[in-house]
């Protein structure tokens, strides 16, 4: 049964990443070719993934929509998941394509799996094995020859591109890590749809939804209905979900599946070719990934059989 879970776990994990991938192409192109803001984005792709996932939790699952708000612990525990991790993560990370490139910004983004693994040292909820540190390393290593193609000379950093890239993986390691009582009291579809909901109404006072600030045509409505349903609302669902089945520092590695899809899917669209470095790159981080989370299960096992010896 624990395998079971563990293998429904990392399905979930990856499919979510897998899902963030296409949305990043997506969304470079509402960006770069239909001049979208940043904020009008952000905004309403999470208020209606909210509406569209709260209404899948009432409707379909007979959930009481409700019931997070009965508790003023659990409130409070909602908030700060919409407002700091939801907003931060989603918000600072386009901010950070527009300061630093897609690229680096990725890159940055992708140190969120450090801070878990820290964070969880810190807390001993986790020992210190040297060979996941390795793995982390080395997928890390994958990301950044996929997305530079080993080019250097392509990371150029202000002093607050690197804040705001920073600040979109400490995002990334709020949301992943703060809502985990929560979800596995009410569900990822409950607290995802609450957290995007709260997350989007606070972009209206900023850039609200009846105001776009660009033209909005049929184009631009297939764009974002695939931003909104697929790369928002299920892979979200999907990624968050995962964390009731694996440790948060798997479930983030595995995120490093999403810029593979993103310049695999963009290199089919676009017809270009893969340089020898980000097939490299590619091989590297699917090692890594695999590796992690096999050692993990070892470790997992051992840990088993010594406390029934014990």
Request: hydrophobic letters at 55%; a positive charge.
């Amino acid at each position: 049964m624990k395998q079971d879970a563990r293998k429904k776990g990392l399905l979930l994990a990856a499919g979510g990443a897998t899902l963030w991938g296409i949305n990043g192409t997506f969304a470079d192109v509402i960006f770069s070719r239909l001049n979208a803001p940043v904020e009008w984005v952000v905004g309403t792709r999470l208020l209606l993934a909210g509406v569209l996932i709260l209404l899948y939790a009432g409707l379909v699952l007979k959930q009481n929509v409700f019931a997070i708000f009965m508790k003023a612990k659990d409130l409070v525990s909602l908030l700060l998941f919409s407002s700091i991790g939801m907003v931060s993560c989603q918000y600072l990370f386009f901010l950070s394509i527009g300061t630093n490139g897609a690229g680096l910004a990725t890159i940055l983004q992708f140190t969120s799996p450090i801070f878990i693994y820290v964070y969880l040292v810190l807390r001993k909820e986790k020992q210190v094995y040297p060979r996941e540190l390795l793995y982390i390393a080395f997928a890390f290593v994958g990301v950044f020859l996929i997305v530079t193609k080993g080019n250097l000379g392509q990371l150029e950093v202000s002093g607050n591109g690197l804040l705001i890239g920073v600040g979109s993986a400490l995002g990334v390691t709020f949301y992943t890590l703060q809502p985990r009582y929560i979800l596995k009291k009410y569900g990822s579809p409950l607290v995802v749809g609450w957290g995007m909901f709260l997350g989007g109404c606070v972009f209206q006072f900023v850039q609200p939804i009846w105001q776009p600030g660009f033209t909005v045509d049929v184009k631009v409505v297939g764009y974002m209905a695939f931003i909104i349903v697929v790369g928002t609302a299920i892979a979200f669902s999907a990624f968050l979900a995962s964390l009731n089945y694996l440790e948060p520092s798997l479930s983030n590695i595995l995120a490093a599946i999403e810029p593979l899809v993103a310049n695999v899917l963009t290199a089919i669209v676009l017809q270009q070719r893969w340089t020898v470095v980000q097939i490299v790159g590619i091989v590297t981080v699917l090692i890594s990934v695999i590796l992690f989370a096999n050692y993990g299960e070892k470790i997992k096992r051992l840990t088993t059989t010594a406390n029934v010896i014990d």
